[in-house]
């Protein structure tokens, strides 16, 4: 069980919780495609649950290493870019027609392009270990919550589809934006 502590090993703790996240995420996109939201979004939130602690074992067992980094990448990848939108596009964009539709397309690529290119950037970016005390941009987790309330305003039909689309918008920007975010 030492490889559970060893930065080296693929399977250190932090990338196992890391993992989680990942089947976390997995099984969110599985209820999504079921349209059992709620089941998707608590399997959203747990998957952010251990991304949280994923790097704060990191961090006090000294585990960080590349291969983490890119694998914490690919499940902020999945859990907080592809989950969202996934989410929003099925249960808000689904039913919409024509120029609608081809709108809640796009904007959709566009955030998922944004997210990608976010993460890809901070891996340019990444130390092993070291920690900035602000983000610039806001970070795909942030992004994620700010999806999930944009979802939950739409569900409540608080907002229409079409400002469903102008906040995605928005914030898929705010991911590659200058904005400077406190890092927790």
Do not use: C
């Not at 998957?47 to 694998?71: P, V």
């Not at 914490?72 to 939108?85: E, G």
């Not at 904007?107 to 890809?120: A, E």
């Amino acid at each position: 069980m030492s490889f559970l502590f060893r930065a080296q090993s693929h399977f250190n703790l932090a990338n196992l919780f890391t993992m989680v996240n990942i089947a976390s995420g997995l099984i969110a996109v599985y209820f999504i495609s079921q349209h059992n939201f709620f089941n998707a979004i608590v399997f959203a939130w747990i998957g952010g649950a251990f991304d949280i602690f994923d790097g704060k074992i990191a961090r006090k067992f000294t585990l960080s290493n590349e291969f983490g980094i890119q694998l914490d990448s690919f499940a902020d990848f999945l859990s907080f870019v592809l989950v969202p939108v996934f989410l929003i596009f099925q249960a808000v964009y689904l039913d919409t027609k024509g120029v609608l539709f081809v709108l809640a397309s796009a904007v959709s690529i566009y955030y998922v392009i944004s997210g990608l290119r976010r993460l890809i950037q901070f891996n340019i970016n990444a130390e092993e270990g070291e920690v900035e005390k602000f983000f610039t941009g806001v970070p795909t987790p942030l992004g994620a919550i700010l999806l999930w309330l944009v979802y939950l305003l739409s569900a409540y039909n608080i907002i229409p589809a079409l400002i469903v689309i102008v906040l995605m918008s928005a914030i898929g920007w705010l991911l590659n934006s200058t904005v400077k975010v406190p890092h927790p």
